[in-house]
C-alpha cells in the first residue's frame, strides 16, 4: 500500500510538473488532458485516473502555488522582529511582490486566478482553494492585530484591512512591468512605501 500511494504521488507530480511547463511555455490554454498526457508519456486514460478534468490539474497546481506562497510569507514573518508590529504588516503584504521575484509561474497563476473575472472552476473546487486562501489571509490579518494589540494602529476590522491592502498591493504588482519606463518616484518600490504610509496614517491611533 505504501509503495503504490508513493507511486501515485510521484505520478500526480509528475503531471502536475509538466503542466507547469506547458503553462509557461505557452500559457492555460496549451494545457489539455491529452497533452499532459503525451508531455509524460502516459495514455489520456491512465491520466483520468489522476485527474479528472483539466481544471482539477489547475485546482492542484493553485494549491502547490498557495503551499509555496506561505512558505515564503511564514519565512519573512519569522524574519522579522515580533517587536516592530508595523514591520510585521509590511513584510507580511509584501510578500506578494516579492514572490513575484522568486517563483514568477507561481505568482503569475495565482495572479491570473485572482484577477480573472471568468468563473473556470466548480463551485467545489473554488471552494477547496479559497480555504487555502484563507489560511494565507488569516495569517496577514494577524500581523494586523497585533500591530493594533501594541498600539501602533487604531482599532478596526483586521479582515476588513488585510482585503484592503491585498487587493492594493495586487494592483499594485500589476504597473512592475512598467518601472524601466518610469521616473524613481513612480517605481513599485517607492509607490509601495507610499501606500503602507497613506492606510498607517489613516488607521493611527489618535
Known amino acids: 500500500m505504501g509503495i503504490r500511494e508513493d507511486r501515485r504521488r510521484e505520478r500526480r507530480a509528475a503531471v502536475l510538473d509538466a503542466a507547469m511547463e506547458m503553462i509557461e511555455e505557452g500559457g492555460a490554454k496549451a494545457v489539455t488532458i491529452a497533452a499532459v498526457a503525451d508531455r509524460i508519456g502516459a495514455s489520456v486514460g491512465g491520466m483520468y485516473r489522476y485527474f479528472p478534468t483539466k481544471?482539477?490539474?489547475f485546482v492542484a497546481l493553485q494549491l502547490r502555488a498557495i503551499d509555496t506562497f506561505e512558505a515564503h510569507l511564514k519565512a519573512?514573518?519569522?524574519e522579522t522582529s515580533t517587536d516592530k508590529p508595523l514591520e510585521r504588516v509590511i513584510a507580511a503584504f509584501s510578500c506578494w511582490l516579492s514572490f513575484r521575484e522568486i517563483a514568477p509561474s507561481y505568482h503569475r497563476l495565482l495572479d491570473e486566478s485572482l484577477s480573472s473575472?471568468?468563473?473556470t472552476l466548480t463551485d467545489g473546487q473554488a471552494a477547496d482553494v479559497h480555504v487555502r486562501l484563507d489560511i494565507i489571509i488569516a495569517l496577514c490579518a494577524s500581523t494586523i492585530?497585533?500591530?493594533v494589540t501594541a498600539g501602533a494602529l487604531a482599532q478596526g476590522d483586521a479582515m476588513v484591512r488585510t482585503h484592503l491592502?491585498?487587493?492594493a498591493l495586487h494592483g499594485l504588482g500589476h504597473f512592475q512591468k512598467r518601472d524601466h519606463?518610469?521616473?524613481?518616484h513612480l517605481r513599485v518600490d517607492a509607490l509601495k512605501d507610499a501606500l503602507f504610509a497613506?492606510?498607517?496614517s489613516a488607521w493611527?491611533?489618535?
Do not use: D
Not at 519606463?181 to 524613481?184: A, H, I, Y
Open 55 to 57: 481544471q482539477a490539474i
Open 76 to 78: 519573512r514573518l519569522h
Open 117 to 119: 473575472v471568468e468563473r
Open 145 to 147: 492585530e497585533g500591530a
Open 165 to 167: 491592502l491585498w487587493s
Open 181 to 184: 519606463l518610469q521616473p524613481p
Open 198 to 200: 497613506t492606510y498607517f
Open 204 to 206: 493611527a491611533p489618535t
